[in-house]
Nanobody, 123 residues
Framework: QVQLEESGGGLVQAGDSLRLSCAASGRTFTGYAMAWFRQAPGKEREFVATISPPGGRTYYGDSVKGRFTISRDNAKATVYLQMNSLKPEDTAVYYC????????????????WGQGTQVTVST
């Protein structure tokens, strides 16, 4: 497994932007597909975005397409989530996740998770 630590969450207003970061350690970062999930109170954890190990392929959940961008810096062992045009319904705890090699969209397919970072979007 790889150790993950998220940062960058906070309280913003609707329409604002925010960038989350996830620093990885413990394993060779370039061998892992990375993903972001989120969980709002009372709801199941939801897929947000994933990126392949080299960074050439990305996939997004329908609710964030066109607004969020996932990227990675393999030299820094860090994955990012740029969130634009934020909406109140984006309020959630955002989790970083990793799995060897191939991208996936289900929580059960990931074996390494961070502790999460809170994002709150006010009206």
């Amino acid at each position: 497994q790889v150790q993950l630590e998220e940062s960058g969450g906070g309280l913003v207003q609707a329409g604002d932007s925010l960038r989350l970061s996830c620093a990885a350690s413990g394993r060779t970062f370039t061998g892992y597909a990375m993903a972001w999930f989120r969980q709002a109170p009372g709801k199941e954890r939801e897929f947000v975005a994933t990126i392949s190990p080299p960074g050439g392929r990305t996939y997004y959940g329908d609710s964030v397409k066109g607004r969020f961008t996932i990227s990675r810096d393999n030299a820094k062992a860090t994955v990012y989530l740029q969130m634009n045009s934020l909406k109140p319904e984006d309020t959630a705890v955002y989790y970083c996740a990793a799995r060897p090699w191939t991208t996936a969209t289900k929580t059960s397919q990931y074996d390494s998770w961070g502790q999460g970072t809170q994002v709150t979007v006010s009206t």
